[in-house]
């Protein structure tokens, strides 16, 4: 359908959703179930179909991956580092939102689900460190 004479790269869409315990604020994350970063922690997210938005990828892979349907999420940002992916050249589209604590099980490639405190986390896949930093100051910022 499509034919470029140039390489072009891949898009994913990445997930960050947070949520309060009392007064301790949790990240959800997806223990990796496939390489790369197999058995690492990372927000749950994936390849976009060509027949979907960023934004509706999110929203589908946090569902096929945690179980969670969440409405509405708001853009973070896109991160481009040439090297942020072992696969191939892929630009992913950050996505977040503060949700109410819910269950959550892991499904698809995720092994498992599960929510953080974000001063205990485990060391992050891909550049996830750097979104979830972003992801930081933005809700610092927005009070």
Known sequence: ??????????????????????????????ERGNDPYKGCWAFPGG????????????LRE???????????????GAYSAVD??????????AFYAVIDQLPVQGGDDA????WWPVDALPPLAFDHSQILHDALQRLASEG
């Open 84 to 93: 942020r992916d072992p696969r191939e050249r892929v630009i992913t589209v």
């Open 47 to 58: 390849f976009m179909n060509m027949d979907e938005t960023a934004e509706q990828c999110s």
């Open 1 to 30: 359908m499509y034919t470029y004479r140039y390489p072009h790269p891949a898009v994913t869409a990445d997930c960050v959703l947070f949520c309060r315990d009392g007064q301790q604020l949790k990240v959800l994350l997806i």
């Open 111 to 114: 092994a498992q689900a599960q």
């Open 62 to 76: 946090l569902h096929e991956e945690t179980g969670l349907v969440i409405e509405q999420v708001r853009q973070l």
